[in-house]
């Protein structure tokens, strides 16, 4: 790849004239024909932003931020969890990102006022880094092209960075997903005592699926689990871990089990999708990691009638199966079924962590042939059908909107049960 001052003015008009254009016709258009600069990079910059237009629309708003790949736009940070991840790091830090990729944690750390060095093994990649800290006006962000392991070894006896960041790669050389985190790449398991000494504390970005359990025996000394949610779809689960540091001991080891033994403090939060990148909350959820579990009051069937609220929790909050917290936070709710994982109330409770419905009716028979070529949004839980085989019994059309019909499993015996909502 040229340096962008070597790129020249026609590459950035091509990519602007052909933003909205079909990519594989680009390429064929291309072929045979002389540009004055590399065309096909271009037509690599028109995929990324088409692929980004939401989850990057601050970044690509400059016209000359590049991609190095499409994987590499594919796997970024989307920016609104780029910036949850800069306020809960805060500014005035020194900070060691270890997987640099496209930056977008980087610049955003970076913007936020920290001084920040990013470690980056592929060398385009690197050099595409260092061209966009340009592009975006950042001057407190050094570059590395380096093993950043390695390179966290030979600083050994040095100044520890007040934290380090690290987003490994899920993805081997084979393409196949990878979700343990000694499996991914680098092995932050393996090389945990040389990252915990290089740092007071430690950010783990980590995959949406993985085992928070198994985490928490892989790696000692976690005190935060944030589980971030965009706008429903779980993105990532993050862990912030103590360093050796933070413990204020020199035996590494009791600083490992003192830090471990304090049950981790647990977000699930779902934010928006602005398209500028601000930090908008749709709804918060906290409790700590022995707090969780799946025993809670269940609905007596004959109250879930219309009226009534329903309430389908978002993906984090899913994934924690915290079903006994959240029953004892909010006075009043109850779960639908011992294997639903829907809620149930009288009164609304305002503040739910996910998705609050009121029930229009339970149908019966006759009342379920009126909503043949109705408009509904369809969704099960714990029901013997899929959304798509229940749409289809129903005869119902997508594109309900607010309009939802759930299809679940409901009160102490399991009894099934539709539900035709409306959203609050």
Known sequence: ???????????HEYIKKNSSADVRGLILAAHGRNHDFPVRF????????????RKLSSFISHDEFLFPSVQAAEQATHQCVAA?????????????DLTGGLGIDAFTLAANGNSVT????????????????????????????VDSIEWLRQRTGRKPFDMIFVDPARRDAADRRKFMLRDCLPDIVGSWDTIRSSARRI??????????????????????????CVKGECKEVLLIAAGTETAGSADTHTSSVIAAAVAP????????????????????WECTYDALGTAAPIADISAITPGTYLYDPNAAVHKLRCASALCEAYPGLFRVAANTDLYWSAELIEDF???????????????????????????????PLTAEQLRTKLKVLPGGNENFIYGCRAGEKGTTLLLDCIRV
């Open 353 to 383: 962590p996910g998705r609050r419905f009121r029930i229009e009716s339970v149908p019966d028979s006759k009342e379920i042939k009126k909503l043949k070529g109705s408009r509904r949004e369809v969704a099960v839980r714990n029901y």
């Open 265 to 284: 403090a647990i977000t699930a939060v779902d934010l928006d999708d602005t398209p500028d990148a601000s930090l908008r909350e749709i709804s918060r």
């Open 203 to 228: 950010m783990v970005k980590a995959s949406p699926l993985l085992d928070i359990e198994c985490a928490l025996q892989e790696i000692p000394g976690i005190e935060e689990i944030h589980l971030v």
């Open 84 to 96: 949850y991840h800069a306020r809960l790091v805060g500014s005035g830090k020194r900070i060691a």
């Open 118 to 145: 990013a470690c980056e093994l592929d060398a385009e990649r690197a050099e595409v880094l260092s061209h966009n800290a340009k592009v975006l006006g950042l001057t407190d962000i050094r570059i590395e092209n």
């Open 42 to 53: 271009a037509v690599t910059q028109i995929e990324c932003r088409q692929k980004t237009s």
């Open 1 to 11: 790849m040229k340096n962008n001052f070597e790129l020249g003015r026609n590459f």
